[in-house]
């Protein structure tokens, strides 16, 4: 089998990489990626693209069909992948997550890929506090981040044919440990605070909802898009990926940090601005379609490894949020030293040799 992976040089790809890697022994990998963070690593002894076959260093905008070239499966990662990011750069994040995942779909499918993951997400749904969102609830895109992920489902929908099965997984908010590790996730954040800072501090009044999935339960979910029997559900899917029990508020995340920092406390900022992001989800047709692959990482255990890779890398930045941990802030200084353009391409002077 050979699979094409696109993104799988950011903060949750390499965990997929190495998933796919141990439960597809005899799997051909190729990655693709415009590299935007290839340097922003944690402290690992080696690169994770090791693990792949082939690395293309290509913009996701503009490759060519050779590259789906005997491939059977496309997993497309590679985006402008949150809010702040698809705030900041509105185009560019409609162009790469949606006109430019509909185009690879076409180019998969006219190549003979059979099937094809999107990394979809739940913030589809934007405010949705009452009743937990199945997928055939109605959505609300808040944000070009969130409405560029809807964009691309629909336009992919269309291209599902008995032998080119689509998945789209609508994620939680991740979490965990990477090699590629960003801190601009809310349970990264709150255990980079109680461990730089000595306190967690909400930056809201901590009553939003926010499912989490850690990375290696995301990688789960694309390895059960990869093997789904499409009879038991249907040609294009757009599927909620997580688990009911891990609808979490802000402030239950934040409290769930500091029991494993005993001298940490959460500081709640009541008279903050709600926040318009609040939604629970129900994963009851994940559920029922992929009952082997539900994700299986608690939330302790994510903030435990957290906790110790972040102390391995002795890591006690204060001002993390104004640092590369931060994804906005690596394509903000690529951008202002002239090393990516303003559409996010890679200048003449900034190419990768
Ligand atoms: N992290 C989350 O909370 C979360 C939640 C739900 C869904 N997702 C989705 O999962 C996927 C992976 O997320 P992540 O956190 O690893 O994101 P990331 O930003 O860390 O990585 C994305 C990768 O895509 C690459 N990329 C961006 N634009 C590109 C382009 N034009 N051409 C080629 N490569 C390009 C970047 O270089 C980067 O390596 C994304 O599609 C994201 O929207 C993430």
């Known amino acids: 089998m050979k699979i094409v992976i696109t993104g799988n040089m950011g903060y949750v790809g390499p965990t997929v990489v190495a998933h796919l890697r141990s439960v597809f022994p005899n799997v051909e990998i190729a990655g693709v990626d415009s590299c935007f963070f290839g340097h922003s690593l944690t402290n690992v002894d080696r690169l994770p693209e090791?693990?792949?076959d082939v690395q293309h260093f290509a913009d996701v905008r503009d490759l060519k069909s050779d590259v789906f070239d005997g491939a059977d499966v496309v997993v497309q990662l590679a985006a402008i992948s949150n809010d702040p990011m698809g705030n900041a750069f509105e185009a560019v994040t409609m162009d790469v997550n949606a006109q430019a995942a509909v185009r690879i779909g076409q180019l998969a499918k006219q190549s003979g890929v059979s099937r094809l993951v999107f990394a979809s997400s739940c913030s589809v749904y934007g405010?949705?506090?009452?009743?937990?969102?199945?997928?055939?609830s109605a959505v609300n895109p808040l944000t070009a981040y969130a409405r560029s992920k809807l964009a691309a489902e629909e336009g992919l929908s269309g291209l599902a044919s008995d032998g080119f099965i689509v998945s789209c997984l609508r994620f939680p908010t991740?979490?965990?440990?990477?090699?590629?590790?960003?801190?601009?996730l809310v349970l990264n954040d709150f255990v980079a605070s109680a461990i730089a800072q000595g306190r967690i501090e909400i930056l809201s009044d901590g009553t939003p909802w926010r499912p989490i999935i850690d990375t290696k339960d995301m990688a789960r979910g694309i390895e059960w898009a990869i093997r789904r029997d499409a009879r038991l559900g249907n040609r294009f899917e757009a599927i909620n990926v997580?688990?009911?029990d891990a609808n979490y508020r802000i402030s239950e995340l934040a409290e769930a940090v500091a029991r494993q920092f005993p001298s940490v406390e959460v500081e709640i900022r009541r008279a903050a601005a709600p926040d318009k992001r609040s939604y629970r989800?129900?994963?009851a047709r994940y559920r029922a379609l992929?009952?082997?692959?539900?994700?299986?990482?608690?939330?302790?255990?994510?903030?435990?490894?957290?906790?110790?890779?972040?102390?391995?890398?002795g890591f006690a930045d204060r001002k993390?949020?104004?640092?590369?941990?931060?994804r906005l802030n690596v394509l903000r200084g690529l951008v202002s030293r002239g090393v990516l353009d303003d559409q996010l391409r890679w200048a003449a002077r900034g190419r990768p040799a």
């Open 50 to 52: 090791v693990s792949v």
């Open 127 to 136: 405010f949705a506090e009452k009743e937990a969102k199945t997928e055939s």
């Open 174 to 184: 991740a979490c965990g440990m990477s090699p590629r590790l960003r801190l601009d």
């Open 242 to 244: 997580g688990r009911d």
């Open 281 to 283: 989800v129900d994963f």
């Open 290 to 313: 992929a009952p082997d692959y539900l994700p299986t990482v608690s939330l302790e255990q994510s903030i435990g490894e957290l906790k110790d890779g972040l102390l391995a890398m």
């Open 320 to 326: 993390f949020r104004e640092s590369t941990h931060m």
